[in-house]
């Protein structure tokens, strides 16, 4: 068994872009709002999902490794 990340979008620094639907489309969602969600708040670990974070314009999305609870994005300093 691979990888498995947390997604979360903090919803206060969303503007609604979509990048990450295009990135990801089985990965978010825009609500009525414009808003995005994770499809799931755990997923396997992959590179849509990692390049819908790196390419938010406003950074709202975090990445967390499940097992360790390591910051994958945006990566700890």
């Known amino acids: 068994m691979g ?4 997604v979360a979008v903090d919803r206060r620094v969303c503007i609604g872009s979509g ?3 295009g990135a990801a489309p089985d990965g978010f969602r825009l609500d ?6 994770p499809v799931a708040a755990e997923t ?3 590179e849509g ?3 819908a974070a ?3 314009p406003v950074e709202a999305i975090t ?3 499940v097992a360790s609870g ?3 994005f945006p990566p700890e300093e």
């Open 3 to 6: 990888e498995r990340w947390r």
């Open 19 to 21: 990048l990450c639907v």
């Open 32 to 37: 009525a709002a414009r808003q995005s969600h």
């Open 44 to 46: 396997d670990a992959g």
């Open 49 to 51: 999902v990692l390049a």
């Open 54 to 56: 790196e390419g938010c």
């Open 63 to 65: 990445i967390t490794a």
């Open 70 to 72: 390591e910051a994958v």
